[in-house]
C-alpha cells in the first residue's frame, strides 16, 4: 500500500470539503441574493430546485478540483498544496462570477416575460419562489458546460501551447450552446413556445431538460476525448475536423432517436416529442436523456 497516496487523499479532501464550503458561502452571501440558504434546504419545506442548482455547483467544483489535482507537477506535496488551493479558489470565484452573468443573461433574454404563474422570469424566482424543478436541471446543464471549459485552464503552464486551452475553453462554450440549441429544435420544436428556455423557465417542464442533460453529458467528454486524441497544440480553433467529426456523431445520435420516434409511433402511436414537449413526461425524459447518453458512450468508448 502507498500511504503517501492515502495521506495525499486525505490533505486534497479535506482541500476538497473546505472549497465545497466556500461554493456554499459564496452562493448564501452573493448569488442567493437575499434567499437564507440555509432555510432553503434544511427549513420546513426543503427546495428541490435550489438543490439541483447547488448541486451543479458542488459538481463543477468538484470536477474542477480534480482537473487541478490531476495536472500538478510531481513535486513535494507540501509543495503542490498551496498552488493547488489558490488555484482552485481562484476557479470556484470565476465559477460564481460566470454564475451571476448567467442570470443576467436569462433576465435579459426574457426581460418582462413571465412564467405560467405570472411571476416575471427572473433565476432566482424560478429556483427560490417557484421552486421550478426544470430550471435546477437546467442550470445543472449549464454548470457542465461552464466547468468543461474551465477545466482547460492550465494554472501549471499558462502560456503552454500558444494558449491552447484558451480556445478549447472559448470552443467547448460555443460547443456547449450549439448542443442546447440543436436539442431545442430537433427534439422540441422551432417556435418561440416550444424551445428549451421556454419549457425550463416559462412551462416548469424538467423533461426537457433531463433529455438535454443526457446529450451534454455525452457529447462534453467526446470533446474531451478528440481533443486528447488530436495532440499537443490543437484546438477547436486550428483542427477544424474535430467539429466535422462532433457534427456527424450528432446527426448519427439524432437519427437514431428519429428512427426510435418513428418505430415507436408506428408500434404504439406514441409521438416522443409530443411526450417531452405537451405531456411534460418526466418518465420519459429520464430515459430519453439514458438513451441519448448511452449512444453517446459508444463514440466515446470508440475513440477510447
Not at 467528454?221 to 490543437?234: E, F, I, S, T
Not at 418505430?263 to 404504439?268: G, K, N
Request: proline share 4%; with cysteine.
Amino acid at each position: 500500500m502507498d500511504w503517501n497516496i492515502i495521506l495525499l487523499f486525505g490533505l486534497y479532501a479535506g482541500i476538497g470539503i473546505l472549497t465545497l464550503l466556500v461554493w456554499w458561502l459564496i452562493y448564501d452571501g452573493f448569488l442567493s441574493q437575499g434567499h437564507s440558504l440555509k432555510e432553503t434546504i434544511f427549513g420546513k419545506y426543503p427546495n428541490p430546485a435550489v438543490s439541483l442548482d447547488l448541486m451543479g455547483g458542488f459538481l463543477s467544483v468538484a470536477i474542477l478540483l480534480y482537473t487541478t489535482v490531476s495536472t500538478a507537477p510531481r513535486t513535494g506535496f507540501r509543495f503542490n498544496i498551496p498552488a493547488v488551493i489558490l488555484s482552485v479558489l481562484a476557479a470556484v470565484v470565476l465559477l460564481a462570477l460566470l454564475r451571476g452573468l448567467m442570470a443576467v443573461v436569462l433576465r435579459a433574454w426574457f426581460r418582462d416575460h413571465r412564467d405560467a404563474q405570472g411571476d416575471v422570469i427572473t433565476l432566482n424566482n424560478e429556483l427560490f419562489k417557484q421552486r421550478n424543478i426544470a430550471t435546477g436541471i437546467f442550470t445543472t446543464v449549464l454548470y457542465l458546460i461552464l466547468v468543461a471549459g474551465l477545466s482547460q485552464l492550465d494554472p501549471w503552464n499558462p502560456i503552454g501551447d500558444n494558449f491552447a486551452w484558451l480556445y478549447n475553453l472559448i470552443g467547448i462554450w460555443v460547443m456547449g450552446l450549439l448542443i442546447i440549441t440543436v436539442h431545442s429544435f430537433a427534439f422540441l420544436g422551432y417556435g418561440p413556445y416550444n424551445n428549451i428556455l421556454h419549457e425550463c423557465f416559462h412551462d416548469n417542464n424538467p423533461s426537457a431538460p433531463l433529455s438535454l442533460l443526457g446529450m451534454v453529458a455525452g457529447m462534453l467528454p467526446l470533446v474531451h476525448n478528440l481533443l486528447v486524441a488530436a495532440g499537443p497544440g490543437k484546438h477547436l480553433f486550428n483542427t477544424w475536423d474535430l467539429w466535422g467529426t462532433m457534427g456527424i456523431v450528432v446527426l448519427m445520435v439524432l437519427v437514431a432517436r428519429g428512427v426510435l420516434q418513428l418505430i415507436m409511433f408506428v408500434m404504439s402511436h406514441i409521438n416522443l416529442r409530443w411526450e417531452l414537449v405537451i405531456h411534460d413526461n418526466v418518465a420519459w425524459g429520464i430515459l430519453d436523456g439514458a438513451l441519448i447518453f448511452s449512444l453517446m458512450l459508444i463514440m466515446n468508448a470508440l475513440l477510447g
